[in-house]
Structure formats: structure tokens, C-alpha cells
């Protein structure tokens, strides 16, 4: 009876959902949203990464006033920059970012601590989640947050890579 009952859970485990992640880095059937705590005139300035999915992804973000509006500027350890992407809003803290070149991708804030020292990023897609922080060191439970706040968006934090 035992062994029976045993196989029957095995066999209802299989039938577990995989989650999809055809494209990106987390699973699109799960549910995404951004923060409602959002603000910005708090989240303006630079933030440094600490945490990505992708090897590629800029060392500094900086949310600015430009001539068009709002931007981003990306800039990698070298402190060259990719130009001016300027930033439409579509929703509390969710902007259509157009690149330079014309492309356009979606940039999501989907948690901020209270103090807007540590963000997390990403958008509906999962091409790209990002971990900022206003410091490149410390605020360790704030990190740790960020990683869960991910995790709970549909990210698969296994492929998260962690800048030191």
C-alpha cells in the first residue's frame, strides 16, 4: 500500500509544470508587476550594478533630465556611456526606452527599497533583470530582498550573476 501511495505521488510530480523559458530569464507564464512605491524624482541619479542575468549588462544606470525628457544613460566599468535612451512612461514605474539607434526596449521597476537605495529591474519579456544599488558594496538584506523580488517575478536567479 505503502509503495503504491509512493508511486502515485512520483507520478503526479511528473506532470509538474516546467516553467517556459523559451526567451529571457524567467518564466512567462508567471505573473510580473512593478512597484507601486515607485517615485520619480526619488529614483533619479545613478545606481551601480550588482546583480545580472546577462554578462553584457552596463556597470552604472543613471535615470536623468535630458533635453527630450527623461532618460537613461547605460555606462559600462569604463565609464563609456551608449548614449541617451529617452524614457516614456507607460505606468507606474514602466517605461518604453528608445535607444539611439531607434530600438526601443521595456524597463520595468519592479521593487525599491523604502530608502531607494537598492531596485530591481526588469520587464514582462525576462530579456533582462538587473539588481541596482546606490553603492557598489553593502546593504547585504537589501541584495538578498532584490534576489527574492526577482524569484517571485518568475526569474530563474540560478543564471543570476552577482557583481563584486
Not at 516614456?88 to 518604453?96: F, K
Not at 538584506?141 to 552577482?162: C, H, K, P, V
Request: proline share 4%; net charge neutral.
Amino acid at each position: 500500500m505503502k509503495r503504491a501511495l509512493l508511486a502515485l505521488i512520483l507520478l503526479a510530480g511528473c506532470g509538474a509544470q516546467v516553467p517556459s523559458l523559451t526567451e529571457g530569464y524567467r518564466d512567462q507564464s508567471a505573473l510580473i508587476g512593478s512597484t507601486s512605491r515607485y517615485d520619480a524624482a526619488r529614483f533619479k541619479g545613478a545606481w551601480v550594478m550588482r546583480g545580472s542575468f546577462d554578462a553584457d549588462a552596463p556597470a552604472t544606470v543613471a535615470f536623468v533630465d535630458s533635453t527630450g525628457g527623461p532618460a537613461f544613460q547605460f555606462c559600462d566599468g569604463a565609464g563609456i556611456c551608449d548614449g541617451v535612451w529617452r524614457a516614456t512612461s507607460t505606468g507606474q514605474g514602466r517605461y518604453a526606452l528608445t535607444r539611439p539607434d531607434g530600438g526601443t526596449r521595456e524597463f520595468w521597476v519592479l521593487w525599491v527599497d523604502e530608502g531607494f537605495r537598492t531596485a530591481v529591474i526588469g520587464n514582462p519579456a525576462g530579456d533582462f533583470g538587473w539588481i541596482l544599488d546606490r553603492k557598489p558594496t553593502g546593504g547585504a538584506d537589501r541584495i538578498t530582498a532584490a534576489q527574492e523580488i526577482l524569484d517571485f517575478n518568475g526569474y530563474d536567479i540560478s543564471q543570476l550573476r552577482m557583481r563584486k
